[in-house]
């Protein structure tokens, strides 16, 4: 049971660059997010998903695209690279209520230059 | 405005004794609250909760304490351990939120051995 999969773990972009990063979940869980971590910021939600085909934007959506084909898939994408989107990128998801916690993915670090 | 406030950024405690956690919140839509750990380099990881309808939840070594008319809540781990130094995040969403969870700034703590 691999829990929820980000890849990259690390990326370097340089500004104007667009790429996309990937959360993967194999628990079925119909709750999806993205936050994002700055220092002294705690974290803050990007995009989240209640399910396949629906998405809804959270406190820091500009910049971010999602999508929600399936259930076990939630990619970020980046439309064109800014350096305040230099950050530590969180993916999580949980089976459809907070009160059972959500699973979180191991990161992503993100450097714009 | 921040609605998840943890004013203290850092808290150090001797190995044994007890470590108390304080999160304040302003919304009074919140009906349900959270407590993650997060090391550095890892996800973090949902660590104990507590609904509007409790006041006090515990589990092990750690017990949340929440004060609804004070708008507070309280993480107690008793006794501390060195694996307990870790940044601890409160977060809290309320019914109809979608499970979106507002998260804290997190709180460093250290434990001495």
């Known amino acids: 049971n691999a829990g929820v999969t980000q890849t990259p773990k690390f990326q370097v972009l340089k500004t104007g660059q667009s790429m996309t990063l990937q959360c993967a979940q194999d628990?079925?869980?119909?709750?999806m997010s993205w936050y994002r971590q700055d220092p002294g910021m705690g974290l803050r939600l990007i995009h989240y998903?209640?399910?396949?085909?629906?998405?809804d934007q959270g406190e820091v959506p500009n910049g971010y695209n999602v999508s929600r084909s399936t259930t076990e898939d939630f990619p970020l994408r980046l439309l064109s690279a800014a350096p305040s989107q230099t950050s530590v990128y969180f993916c999580a998801s949980t089976p459809g209520t907070a009160a059972y916690g959500y699973t979180f993915g191991s990161g992503t670090r993100l450097t714009v230059v | 405005d921040q609605q998840v406030k943890q004013n203290s950024p850092s808290l150090s405690v001797q190995e044994g004794r007890i470590s108390i956690l304080n999160c304040d919140y302003t919304?009074?839509?919140?009906?349900?609250f959270l407590w993650y750990k997060k090391y550095p380099a890892e996800g973090p990881t949902f660590l104990i909760s507590?609904?509007?309808?409790?006041d006090k939840n515990e589990d092990g070594r750690f017990t949340v304490f929440l004060n609804k008319s004070a708008k507070h809540l309280s993480l107690h781990i008793v006794p501390s351990q060195p694996g307990d130094s870790a940044v601890y995040f409160c977060a809290a969403t309320y019914t109809g939120a979608n499970s979106k969870l507002t998260f804290g700034k997190g709180i460093t703590l250290s434990v001495r051995p």
């Open positions: 628990m079925n869980h119909e709750y």
């Open positions: 998903s209640v399910g396949a085909g629906i998405t």
């Open positions: 919304n009074s839509m919140f009906d349900y």
């Open positions: 507590i609904s509007s309808i409790k």
